[in-house]
Nanobody, 122 residues
């Protein structure tokens, strides 16, 4: 069982930056593909940035060029750097871990989820 804990959410002005982290209890973090999802009220949860086991990445069109996902397997930590933030980026952000090899933005590919961290952009 993998436990995931997000941190780093908060408030930012439009055009600003925030960084999120996701720490795992599992010391084999490198065996999982990892993705950041977000969910705004009344909207379906969507994948925004994904990183596969070997470091390949994939981004939703809405965040491409603004968000950067990275991982530090030795620290069991996943990161999301968010730049040029827009009000429509406001949501609860979740990290998720799955057993696939490749980056995926599909909810059903992930069995482990964090509790979420709120991001508000005004």
């Amino acid at each position: 069982h993998v436990q995931l804990v997000e941190s780093g959410g908060g408030s930012a002005q439009a055009g600003g930056s925030l960084g999120l982290s996701c720490d795992s209890s599992k010391n084999t973090y490198g065996s999982y593909s990892l993705t950041w999802f977000r969910q705004a009220p009344g909207v379906e949860r969507e994948g925004v940035a994904a990183i596969g086991r070997y470091g390949t990445t994939r981004y939703a069109d809405s965040v491409k060029g603004r968000f950067t996902i990275s991982r530090a397997n030795a620290k069991n930590t996943l990161y999301l750097q968010m730049n040029s933030l827009k009000p429509q980026d406001s949501a609860t952000y979740y990290c998720a871990a799955g057993t696939g090899y490749y980056p995926s933005l599909v909810k059903g590919d992930f069995g482990y989820w964090g509790q979420g961290t709120q991001v508000t952009v005004s």
